[in-house]
């Protein structure tokens, strides 16, 4: 038998910005074809729950409340489930606006 002592790796975050949980139902695209549920968002990106596939890399425009179309990067995706980078920061005050407006 033997006792080591070890010390806990910091775990650390890739992400910029601290994400809120919401429940807000979107479209994805310049014609607000595609329809979508954004699950978590933050002032630089956001999970989404989509019904049709995103693909690691592509540039969507996504549709906010009060916002309108901003364009986003696919930064991850997993079958139905997709990380995406804003190429924009939303604002402190739309950000605030969302989480509060549509809780999860």
Same mark, same amino acid.
């Not at 074809?33 to 954004?38: E, G, I, P």
């Not at 729950?49 to 409340?65: D, E, H, M, V």
């Not at 190429?87 to 989480?99: G, N, Q, T, V, W």
């Given at each position: 038998? &033997?006792?080591?002592?070890?010390?806990?790796?910091?775990?650390?975050?890739?992400?910029?910005?601290?994400?809120?949980?919401?429940? *807000?139902? $979107? /479209?994805?695209? !310049?014609?607000?074809?595609? *329809?979508?549920? $954004? $699950?978590?968002? /933050?002032? @630089?990106?956001?999970?989404?729950?989509?019904? /049709? +596939?995103? !693909?690691?890399?592509?540039?969507?425009?996504? @549709? *906010?409340?009060?916002?309108?179309?901003? $364009?986003?990067?696919?930064?991850? +995706?997993?079958? &139905?489930?997709?990380?995406? !980078? &804003?190429?924009?920061?939303? /604002?402190?005050?739309?950000?605030?606006? *969302?989480?509060?407006?549509?809780? +999860?």
């Amino acid at each position: 038998m &033997f006792a080591a002592d070890f010390e806990p790796a910091e775990r650390t975050s890739r992400r910029g910005s601290p994400r809120a949980p919401v429940a *807000l139902d $979107v /479209s994805i695209g !310049k014609t607000r074809r595609t *329809l979508c549920r $954004v $699950v978590d968002i /933050s002032i @630089n990106g956001a999970r989404l729950q989509t019904y /049709s +596939a995103l !693909k690691r890399g592509t540039s969507i425009w996504l @549709n *906010l409340p009060r916002i309108g179309q901003i $364009v986003a990067e696919v930064m991850w +995706a997993d079958d &139905f489930t997709a990380g995406c !980078k &804003f190429h924009r920061p939303l /604002s402190i005050e739309a950000f605030d606006a *969302l989480i509060r407006d549509h809780p +999860a």
